[in-house]
């Protein structure tokens, strides 16, 4: 089974939505997909524009996925930032709630 990472279609005519995915490559555009990866509204002007997995975005693309060209470009354009908001949610984690946080008793 070849494996792409591209756009899936939704919304309605024209006011298109984008799931970035992981799909099988015979499937059709808006056909099952594997894993969803993220989402992109290109007609939102906010910071939800997009969002990526880059965990999930590497491992696909380390056992063969290909992705196609547009999101190629999304994942050069966004990924570190997505990489950094990731990596800052799981040193949160390991640390736990700040001293500041807690009440005084």
């Keep these: 089974m070849?494996?792409?990472?591209?756009?899936?279609?939704?919304?309605?005519?024209?006011?298109?939505?984008?799931?970035?995915?992981?799909?099988?490559?015979?499937?059709p555009r808006d056909g099952r997909a594997i894993e969803e990866l993220g989402h992109w509204d290109p007609h939102s002007a906010d910071a939800g524009r997009i969002s990526l997995v880059p965990s999930r975005i590497k491992y696909w693309q380390s056992v063969g996925a290909i992705a196609s060209h547009k999101v190629q470009v999304l994942i050069n354009k966004y990924l570190a930032e997505f990489e950094s908001k990731e990596?800052?949610?799981?040193?949160?984690?390991?640390?736990?709630?700040?001293?500041?946080?807690t009440p005084a008793a």
Excluded: S
């Design 2 to 27: 070849a494996v792409v990472i591209r756009m899936k279609q939704l919304g309605r005519a024209h006011r298109h939505y984008f799931r970035i995915v992981a799909i099988d490559k015979r499937q």
């Design 87 to 101: 990596a800052d949610a799981a040193a949160a984690k390991v640390t736990g709630p700040t001293a500041a946080a």
